[in-house]
């Protein structure tokens, strides 16, 4: 299944960033977005994904379940990367934009949002990979 859409050029991005995150020791990259996470829940299981995955993490990463709330700490690297982020990453899997955190973001340029996933290194510890 080839998902040709914002969310799966935001998915690309989002995996990179957490990729760099992982290669520089650091945990994983709160998945805020519920667009781009539905993205990934329909890719993650497919065959084209890892090649997906490694094309823009450098590695395959999976996806796991990660409670919390608060800063998002990947936001700086990913505007020096690729800019602000578009509305997509404020976007609910229903396609509604939240405008209110939007424009927070806007105003503030930080993000404070609640997550239920990020990204996994698959080596069993959760911890970056060859930080053991």
């Not at 050029?9 to 709160?30: I, T, W």
């Not at 994904?49 to 823009?56: G, K, Q, T, W």
Request: proline share 5%.
């Amino acid at each position: 299944m080839s998902i040709t859409t914002i969310e799966r050029r935001e998915l690309g991005r989002f995996l990179a960033v957490a990729g760099r995150q992982f290669a520089g020791g650091g945990g994983p990259a709160e998945m805020f977005s519920r667009a781009v996470d539905s993205a990934w829940h329909r890719m993650i299981g497919t065959p084209e994904y890892a090649a997906f995955s490694s094309e823009h993490a450098g590695t395959v990463l999976g996806h796991r379940e990660m409670n919390g709330s608060g800063p998002i700490g990947w936001v700086a690297a990913y505007e020096e990367a690729y800019g602000q982020l578009p509305a997509i990453w404020f976007t609910g899997a229903d396609g509604v934009l939240d405008e209110s955190a939007l424009a927070r973001y806007e105003a503030t340029g930080k993000v404070v949002a609640e997550w239920d996933c990020g990204p996994t290194t698959g080596d069993g510890d959760e911890a970056a990979p060859g930080s053991r």
